[in-house]
């Protein structure tokens, strides 16, 4: 079963969607990766080379309508790599979900049916800390948080990690931090290596050692619609991608010792406590969003 890790910043440019497929793209170099658009802007897609306007199901009919994965599934242009696309369908799908029985587990149980196909799954979830957020967080193992070397960045991660520990109190006991990408990094500035040292004060080894630098051909490759690996694979920020990537194999086999490239969190059914009235919205989780 696959290792499912959602990459997870609720402030908008960080880096997400760049992180998600720079590194799935990396990852399907040597294993099967599955990754899962869920942001109704569609960029995940469109990164990797899918022109949303032909896509037929999509992340939307699999949460809403229970279409499965197996149909909704694109592979790509990059081999061992499949895409599970969002189109604007999904803009108002949070709506359409919150009267679903065990709502935040409908990502979860979905994935659970094409566990085996996939070695890794990534989640790039919404600039957002709503329902289709807490379904990413609920069906991962951990957490990517990618977060930009500028002040603004580290305002929204005390809220992003109440929530985290909200989702391991109430959904999903076993969610962690897993890594903490720093992206955009500019060493000539000291608001960005004092950045960097506070992240690593707080996260402790749960932050990467390989920090993204800012670099205009990452900015330049969605347009083509390829990875960066594609791309332009000699720019520095593909090799930082490149080398997290790498990490992350090797983390997920620390944790996953001889039992296989799989987390346990990626499948299953609910646990009967979901339907609790938005217990995410709602402070008082404090500190649990920190790394265990």
Known sequence: MATVWAVVNQKGGVGKTTTAVSLAAYLADTHRVLLVDTDPQGNATSGVGIDRRTVQGDIYSVLVHGEPVTTARRHTA????DL???????????????S????????????????????????DAPPSLGLITVNALTAASEVIIPLQCEYYALEGITQL??????VRQHLNPDLAVGRVILTM??????????????????????????????NVRLSEAPSFGQPIS????????ALAYEQIAKELIAHAGRKQGANGPAAQAGAGAGTGRANSGGWWRRGGAGDAGRPK
């Open 100 to 123: 679903a029985p065990e709502r935040e587990y409908l990502l979860k149980k979905a994935l659970a049916a094409v566990a085996d196909d996939y070695d890794f799954i990534l989640l």
């Open 84 to 98: 599970l696309p969002a189109t604007m369908n999904l803009a108002g799908a949070e709506m359409e979900m919150f």
């Open 161 to 166: 990690l109440e929530i985290i520990g909200r």
């Open 78 to 81: 990059t081999k061992n790599l």
């Open 230 to 237: 594609q791309y332009d694979p000699r720019s520095k920020g």
């Open 185 to 214: 990094f500019d060493g000539r500035t000291n608001l960005a290596n004092q950045v960097l040292q506070e992240v690593r004060s707080y996260f402790g080894d749960a932050v990467s050692p390989i920090v993204v630098p800012r």
